[in-house]
């Protein structure tokens, strides 16, 4: 039976516990019954061992890149000719110093706050754009479908860094030219999972269900069909990310990302290559450092595919 | 007595060309006011179709239909959806995965510019016999039967005149079936609502219906009194033919 609270429990609710307030099968209010969806979800994906790590790691960066300034040992710009090319541990440089002498653990702390801002902003632009178009060319079909998809498939059909290359060359470097440039290569697999979504959700009934109740096509698509996309286009982001902090490093290898003296890791790396065979160090952290953040990314994007994915977590 | 629903000349068809398939030929039907009409037939015998084709969710359409005294428009208007409501065959695909019981009556109520919608939620939920423990649950956390309420709640909620149900109690369990059945007679009784109800089930048809219509290869072959069906006198053969295979297995 599903009346298994008795009701007593449900009139005291100041004996109640936090944990009983927030798993009841009985929600009395909207808010308990978010709070208590979010809550079974948070504790789903946190016993999940790696994906705990995962998140620890990026709780890590973003409290790097919020305290950089307490955390740096020195001003990541600061040149010391005398000190240059130290090694690991050296005396005040723990990271060891590049070859204008700048401290290395410096530079990474500060170039947390690089990836972070490359992270959000194409977290921003890539699933919202393929989203639109996506869930737009699924529902409405005919012609829509097809002048969208084409457009797609056309961004599709080049390699990432290539496109985002010639965006940049076309646009001009810079660390804001590449997030855009990374964007407009990033949203065609997110448009092409939106609509692949919205053409099973279309023939559901609960959206026949709510077209009698008279409801639009905006209404449809943004409160119907976009709740159930944006789990899968989630999980796709978190995947990607790792993705996306590499290709704005290459971009910043390549000298058209990031410039200096600019602490982006890519750059880092790609100023390091001249003395990678005598003084390893110089590219090997910063690469450490992406490689620690998109771990990270990943390790997420598989617990949150657990937590989000409805067809794993429709009956708990 | 004025005629709820009126069909005629209406024919449905999916596809074009040489792909086309008409699902309905010719159906005229006629559901005074107040009464239950049932459509039986078998699996794809276009009685579904007909539904869809009423509430305007199939587009390929030919023929006149007429609720209430007035011919539909295409795409149905505001008013056509608080007169005519469905329910639809499984709750389990009818419920949206993420919205709870609240969010989906709420939705309806606002969509058809109700303003006391926290009174009428409960007491819609009273009315299908949900109490307000299962306001803020969602699908996943409802059994069959309760889903199928929430499903008739919502209908409900535009307060319609007319309800067509399909196959409403087919995915259930049998004791369910009965349960939800109940309701729906009560509901009408209550509300004095005009029900279309299409079922291959002979013995829920019979148990609601006033008049059933029986459906084969997507034409009206007959309709009749449902005393008639219950005394087993049909006119048409393969009425016949679908009562002897009813009672062979022990329906009806």
Known sequence: ???????????????????????????????????????????????????????????????????????????????????????????GHVFGTDSLGRDILSRVIYGSRITLYIVALVALIAPVAGLLVGTASGYFGGVVDVVLMRVTDVFLAFPRLVLALAFVAALGAGIENAVIAISLTAWPPYARIARAETLTIRQADYIAAIRLQGAGAFHIITKHIWPLCVSSLIVRVTLDMAGIILAAAGLGFLGL??????????????????????????????????????????????GLRDVLDPKSSSDD | MSAAIETRELNVWFGKGRDRVDAVRDAN???????????????????????????????????????????????????????????????????????????VLNETLKLHGFGDREDRVLQLLKDVGLGEAFRFRFPHQLSGGQRQRVAIARA???????????????????????????????????????????????????????????????????TLPVEKLRRLEADHDYTKHLLKASADTGHA
């Open chain 1, 1 to 91: 039976m599903p009346n298994s609270v008795p009701n007593s429990v449900a009139d005291t609710p100041t004996s109640e516990t936090w944990r009983e307030w927030l798993n009841t099968d009985t929600p009395r209010s909207r808010f308990q019954a978010r709070m208590g969806a979010l809550w079974r979800g948070f504790t789903r994906m946190t016993s999940n061992k790696l994906t705990l790590f995962g998140m620890l790691i990026l709780v890590f960066l973003v409290l790097v890149a919020a305290f950089a300034p307490l955390l740096a040992p020195h001003d990541p710009y600061a040149q010391d000719l005398g000190k240059r090319l130290l090694p690991l541990f050296s005396d």
């Open chain 1, 257 to 302: 990302g990031a410039q200096p003296p600019s602490p982006e890791w890519g750059a880092m790396i790609s100023e390091g290559r001249k003395f990678i065979l005598d003084h390893w160090w110089v590219a090997t952290i910063p690469g450490l450092a992406i490689f620690l953040v998109s771990l990270g990314f990943n390790l997420l994007g598989d």
């Open chain 2, 29 to 103: 039907l006629i559901v005074p006011q107040g009464t239950s009409h049932g459509i039986v037939g078998e699996s794809g015998s276009g009685k579904s179709t007909i539904l869809r084709a009423l509430v305007g969710l199939v587009p390929t359409v030919s023929g006149e239909m007429i609720i209430e005294g007035t011919s539909v428009t295409t795409p149905r208007n505001g008013a056509f959806y608080k007169t005519v409501q469905m329910v639809f065959q499984d709750p389990y695909a009818s419920l949206h995965p993420r919205h709870s019981v609240d969010q």
């Open chain 2, 156 to 222: 409900l909620a535009p307060q319609p005149d007319i309800l067509l149900l399909d196959e409403p109690t087919s995915a259930l369990d049998v004791s369910v079936q009965a349960e939800i059945l109940n309701l729906l007679v009560d509901l009408r009784a209550e509300r004095s609502l005009t029900y279309v109800m299409v079922s291959h089930d002979l013995a829920v048809v019979a148990h609601l219906c006033g008049e059933v219509s029986v459906m084969q290869n997507g034409v009206i072959v007959e």
